[in-house]
């Protein structure tokens, strides 16, 4: 057969499957992520799809994918958000931080993949996955519950977290020497201010440089914008998906809402593809040994979520279903942690277990974070509800 | 009584404030426009019992149905004095023949004896309406005079 036909007939089954996958995981009310990765190992496994013919197109969309992910989490939230945020929730942020990323380091550490696998799964066990916490709270009609704005600052937080982060990674992946690295710390501590300061002042200036009503017009001028930044950052080591991210930031208002809405169909097909080749790219044989490890450090780093979320609810002076609310839909990682982690495996400098244990962490997380922020609750007022009875009966018995 | 705002990073905006029963009712506005009612439940007033998306038209007749009550309640107190005098709300219906048409054309003072002292009119006050404001169909109309001056005047209204 002609090689094109093959390849057209392979990419069709593939994203054929992924929709049968979406639509799985929309009828029965969870993320698709998990489903997608599973695809991919799947795929692998059975050497259904080689994805010979397609190799460099998968990889370049995969990219691509990752760039769109983290542009559109840059639209998400405006500059004086972010700074709003951090100014708020500092304290609440970087207990996260540090409860969160020290399991996944320690693990990395203890299974002897040195520093750089501890920064790499540190990463992955630390950043929540803001798409499932924020369709969690839309699904279980959470948003105008008064916790909510809790975990969307510790929500962005994380964002910002990400922002420094990820050129750190880039560096230490990339292998450069200690002053080198401390460079692009700074360069990209610098870049986010400056950015930061930009979309605060000028953000309508950037928002106006690519807004056109025409919608054909816009796209293009936000796609060219969105690769050319990130091309350039990622020349500059500073990581391609954060410039994509500080150009998210950059463009405000309504310009960044319509963005959103004309990006998401391209981002759900190029994110798909992501994680389909992440999964492609893990060896399923290398799973099983790794899975009392992964489960370990779900259960580990669930609690610390919960501790984390409990502690950030209970300052803000919410009550005690609130503040297991909170943590429980903090729970959930996904889309970021398997960003963190793709980032890690394209290097090759982590081993091939890291990629198979961020795997299964993910597909435990996503699949057990939106059940444990939607189960939390009946149990919560289950254990309640003996002690308020004891109550009513000692005022009657009075 | 004191709305709390609170900034909803992504989606928009909550404000909402404390009701005496232990309820906290309120409204999220997204970004994109919608809004939504918010009623809290009465064990956890962190949590909602329910979220009840609103188009601008049913916040607007949620926002005189309330306003109104609130107008009336006041004039009440008002003319808590004078024995024999009643405030009511007329809505205009649909069929209403006055739909449209100048308020002074219903002729309700001539042939009731009562006032119309405001009109609700999408969650807007219009104080001491004059004959030549055009009624809508959806439009508040508060109203005082004695029991039976109302009565003839609902009558009116509702069939001209």
Known sequence: MDPLALTLIDLGAVVFCLGLLARLAGRIGMSPIPLYLVGGLFFGAGSLVKLEGMHEFAHLSSEIGVILLLLMLGLEYTAKELVTGLRQSWQAGVLDLVLNFLPGAGLALLLGWGLIGAMVLGGVTYISSSGIAAKVITDLGRIGNRETPVILSILVFEDLAMAVYLPVLTATLAGVSFVVGLQTVGIS??????????????????????????????????????????????????????????????????????ATQILEPLRDLFAAIFFVVFGLNTDPASIPPVLAWALLLAVLTAATKMATGFWAAKRAGIGLPGRFRTGATLIARGEFSIVIAGLAVASGVVPQELAALATAYVLIMAIAGPLAARFVEPLVSMLRRPSKQQAVGTIRGA | MNVDETDLPGLGRRKDFMAASGRRIGVVEYREGQIELIVSTWDDPDTCEASIPLS?????????????????????????????????????GADSPFDNQPMGKACIRTRSGVSIVAIMREGEVLPSPGPDVLLHVGDLLVAVGTQEGLDSAASILRNG
């Open chain 1, 189 to 258: 501590l610098a870049v986010v201010t400056v950015v930061l300061v930009v979309a605060l002042r000028h953000g309508h200036r950037v928002s106006q440089a690519v807004h056109s009503e025409n919608s054909e017009v816009f796209l293009l001028n936000l796609l060219g914008a969105a690769l050319l930044v990130a091309g350039l950052a990622s020349a500059m080591q500073i990581s391609a998906a954060v410039g994509a991210f500080m150009l998210g930031i950059a463009i405000s208002g309504a310009t960044a809402h319509s």
């Open chain 2, 56 to 92: 601008a038209d049913e916040a607007a007749t949620l926002c005189n149905l309330l306003g109104g009550q609130h107008l009336a309640m006041q004039l009440s107190e008002a003319h808590r004095e004078v024995p024999g005098i009643v405030t009511r709300q007329f809505s205009i």
